[in-house]
């Protein structure tokens, strides 16, 4: 049982709510929606959905400031919106900045998250949420003033279940290390080809979003967000929205910024565990979601598989070469085209970032393979997380 509080030190409890279906295994199929219809008031002025912003949060004083700047910079009626800003007991200082906001806008409340992860964090705005929308958004990110308003305005529209916006990636700092992070984490070679990070000109349905938003009865007939998975969880979901018969779609003209990490350590440490909870993923839904997650992984495998046979097989000999020749080419084609674009510094340090960012998701997909595959284990991390 999780406890939540906001600043006016109002309390309620999380998971199963009423209406809420408890865990996430829960697979009611969707039924086909209307398009949402917005209300007419006697006057004859139109009311908006009301939408629920759920913000996972901890430790972002330098970012939790400008990204709501960024919120309520958006064209979307403020009396038709709440911000539950869930922080997993920060100690930098976001505390304080959330609460000096709180106290300024009514619509931003703070809710206590004392478990620290994402999952839990979303699974507590929801219950606590109000919105016929449930819209999830990023403490380390800001919004373009459309955000709001084009999102759900696609939603009413299409009917679709989800809906989310393209991301671009900006550096954490101005080295040129972060600036070589942003860069390959925009590139194909780097990230692969999940569109929310190439863009679209046209409403596009897809597999994968960042920071969706929702429908609240997808809540309601699928459960909440797997506590399990305290990453990919967002994915997971996805996959069971599209299972159950629902629409994903990515729309155009709304590009969010997300703010990378600005050092390798980092980097690597985020890849690592994005790879290691896939398997998990994939053991949950009874599916691996995209064939992509796999190729890190194959890489990594062939690499220290031929390498420990290479004293004694000439074959393994050649396939090592042959592995590593091509993976250096689309390196070094990679790394050109981002010093073309960004100049050859960045270039040149992008040349690094590759090979951590696929090297890190593929020991991290092989060591969550043993652990939730192999050993079945439940979800507890092998490592502590990070941000």
Not at 152 to 166: F, I, K, N, Q, Y
Not at 241 to 258: D, E, K, Q, S, W
Request: overall charge positive.
């Amino acid at each position: 049982m999780w406890r939540a509080s906001n600043i006016g030190g109002r309390e309620g409890t999380v998971p199963g709510g009423k209406g809420f279906a408890d865990g996430a295994g829960m697979m009611r199929p969707l039924a086909g929606h209307a398009p949402m219809s917005s209300v007419t008031r006697a006057s004859g002025s139109v009311v908006r959905p009301f939408v629920s912003i759920v913000v996972p949060c901890r430790n972002e004083a330098a970012y939790i400031g400008p990204m709501l700047d960024s919120m309520l910079a958006n064209e979307y009626p403020r009396d038709r919106l709440e911000v539950l800003i869930v922080d997993g007991m920060s100690d930098d200082g976001t505390r304080a900045v959330i609460t000096d906001y709180a106290s300024r806008y009514p619509m931003i409340q703070l809710l206590d998250n004392p478990e620290r992860t994402t999952p839990h964090a979303l699974n507590l705005g929801i219950a606590r949420a109000r919105g016929r929308i449930i819209m999830r958004m990023d403490a380390h990110a800001a919004y373009p003033t459309n955000y709001i308003a084009d999102l759900v305005d696609c939603m009413e529209r299409t009917g679709a279940d989800s809906v989310g916006a393209s991301w671009r990636t900006q550096p954490g700092d101005t080295t040129i290390m972060a600036g070589a992070i942003a860069a390959a984490l925009a590139h194909p070679f780097g990230i692969g080809n999940a569109r929310y990070r190439l863009g679209t000109d046209r409403v596009r349905d897809v597999d994968t979003l960042q920071c969706g938003c929702y429908r609240r009865d997808v809540f309601e007939r699928l459960g909440l967000f797997d506590q399990d998975l305290l990453r990919s969880q967002d994915s997971e979901l996805t996959f069971r929205v599209l299972r159950a018969g629902g629409r994903v779609l990515l729309v155009p003209g709304v590009v969010a910024t997300y703010y990378t990490r600005a050092a390798l350590g980092k980097l690597w440490r985020m890849f690592f565990q994005y790879g290691y909870f896939k398997p998990l993923v994939a053991r949950k839904v009874g599916a691996v979601m995209t064939a992509r997650q796999l190729v890190p992984a194959l890489f990594v495998s062939t690499v220290a598989l031929a390498a420990l046979f290479a004293p004694w097989f000439k074959a393994a000999r050649v396939l090592l070469l042959l592995a590593l020749g091509a993976y250096m080419a689309a390196d070094f084609i990679g790394a050109a085209f981002l010093a073309r674009r960004r100049g050859l510094p960045v270039g040149l340090a992008s040349s690094v970032v590759f090979p951590v960012i696929h090297v890190a998701y593929g020991v991290g997909y092989l060591f969550g393979t043993w652990a939730f595959l192999i050993r079945r284990r439940r979800g507890a991390p092998l490592v502590a997380l990070t941000r």
